[in-house]
């Protein structure tokens, strides 16, 4: 039984086959999905889908592309959001400096403004980071001091200093189907250095389909496949890949329920 810790299921690509999608993911072995909020104005939207199916659960967040329009400055309306029974998480939010579609003052003000959600309702903080690993780390760490919060570093491709600042304020790291493109050498490495009990794996789907469907429309099916990659790296069977990223979901999404898988 696998979990795919990071699913777009609202989004176009998926939503037109929501009944498909999911059955082709039982039919893989993948029992359960959490479906991400990246906009407030799509919230309940991502949470109808939830609301839908016992196996899916869904985060609230305004993804730091769409931090220009509705970065948050407080975390009121996301603590609102989340005295619902199948929100369970606080994201994804973060820093993404690559493509930059927002000014990085206001992503940086939004992903506070999250870290603030996420410490007052003890529900895990999703962390989504790219070409920021500097501004990330010293973020977690400054807010970390005034109080913890849990949280994940999602589709995970940042050098060891991110992975080292994550597993020390005891944070999960969660790795999507980029581990097994050709080029990613260096991810693979990081990989065989974060320990098992802190390892998730998602899809990010619709995005980022893994060798072998790379280049298709990605669906939490394919989650099996980076399983797969995962396990040889950490050279543990399949079955222990999934029984650790498993109980590791659930062990840091404490408010969604395992036997709602069944
Ligand atoms: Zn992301
Ligand atoms: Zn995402």
Redesign the pocket.
Known sequence: MLIDS?C?LDFPELAGDEAGVLARARTAGVAGMLT?G?RLDQFERVRAIAERHSNVWCSVGV?PHEAKEEGQRTPDRLVAATHHPKVVGIG?TGLDFYYQHSPRDEQVESFRAHIAASRQTGLPLIV?TRDADRETIDILEEEAGKGAFPGLI??FTSGPEVARCALALGFYISISGIVTFKAAEDLRGGVRDIPLDRLLVET?SPYLAPVPKRGKTNEPAYVAHTAAKVAELKGVSVGELEEATTANFFRLFAKAERQQCA
């Open positions: 990071h777009h991400i990246t993804h994804e989504h999602h589709c990010d």
